[in-house]
């Protein structure tokens, strides 16, 4: 493939499919929000509705009608990031394959590491009442803890009532480790698709890693390094956090300063955490 076989209408789909079979954190998140983007700065409302008020009712009586409030909140798309290589001439001619194309690829697994780091990083906005240990680190050294742990961060969710069905749990390899030393998280086989649905199961069939306690376990190298050897460990449900990406752009062009065909893209997105009180918190420590 070289610039003048390059057609953006089909090679803008092949990177963003790639780029949503290689997230966790992103895929996990509510997309219905998404859109149309067009730049960076582009903002989506997010309209949540007020939980109507039960009422005790006698034969006869005259009811009250509630009027229902609306609350607006505000997506902002304010990260921007852009790849850009080149394949020179002579390479292309001494090396078998199709550099463009296998560098569009690999350019869809480093915007996903991108905006997972950047989603990852929200853990900092769970309900205080959602942290485990009040979020203060627990050493978590054997299996055994791990799943423990695992189950006061239930406990947390259920709590604050998060809803049982499609909750979520990402956590880094070494947690995940331990957890294939405890026979009760191996009584939860990782066969079969994620409870949350079979359309993020397709994105994330390297992530999905078992269930436990009521959770789907994915795993993820981006799992945040708090400080020392302390891991930020996220719970949730899809609810909880909104994303809205766009690949904006990718276009093919000739160098005027050398001989090689290059090709460039634009990654705008953004997301928020639209339901504090729907994630859980656990930061694990390795020692």
């Known amino acids: 493939m070289g610039v003048a076989t390059f057609v953006p209408e089909v090679w803008s789909p092949v990177l963003l499919t790639s780029l949503k079979k290689a997230e966790v954190y992103a895929a996990l998140a509510n997309r219905d929000y998404e859109g149309e983007i067009n730049q960076a700065g582009d903002t989506v409302h997010i309209n949540s509705v007020s939980r109507p008020t039960l009422n005790t009712y006698t034969t ?54 991108d905006i997972d780091k950047y989603i990852a990083g929200l853990y900092t906005q ?52 331990l957890l294939l030393d405890t026979t009760k998280f191996n009584a939860n086989p990782a066969g079969g698709a994620p409870a949350i649905g079979a359309v993020v199961e397709s994105a994330l069939i390297n992530g999905f890693v078992g ?33 809205a990406e766009q690949i904006n752009q990718v276009e093919a062009y000739r160098l005027q300063t050398g001989f090689q065909d290059a090709v460039r893209g634009l990654h705008l997105y953004g997301a928020k955490v639209i339901r504090p009180d729907g994630l859980v918190y656990l930061l694990a420590s390795q020692t």
């Open 60 to 113: 006869y009586q005259t009811i009250t009608v509630e009027q229902l409030t609306t609350a607006d909140r505000i997506l902002t798309v304010d990260q921007a990031k852009y790849f850009a290589f080149g394949v020179d001439d002579v390479d292309k001619r001494q090396a078998a394959g199709n550099f463009l194309e296998g560098g569009i690829v690999e350019a869809a697994y480093a915007v996903a590491d």
């Open 126 to 177: 769970v309900a205080t009442a959602n942290k485990v240990n009040s979020g203060t680190a627990v050493a978590v050294t054997t299996g055994d803890i791990a799943y423990t742990q695992i189950t006061q961060m239930k406990r947390k969710a259920d709590e604050a009532n998060i809803p049982t069905q499609g909750r979520w749990l990402v956590v880094p390899p070494w947690v995940h480790a």
């Open 211 to 243: 269930r436990a306690a009521g959770f789907d376990i994915f795993m993820s190298n981006n799992a945040v390094l708090v400080t020392g050897d302390d891991y930020a460990c996220l719970g949730g449900y899809r609810e909880s956090i909104a994303v």
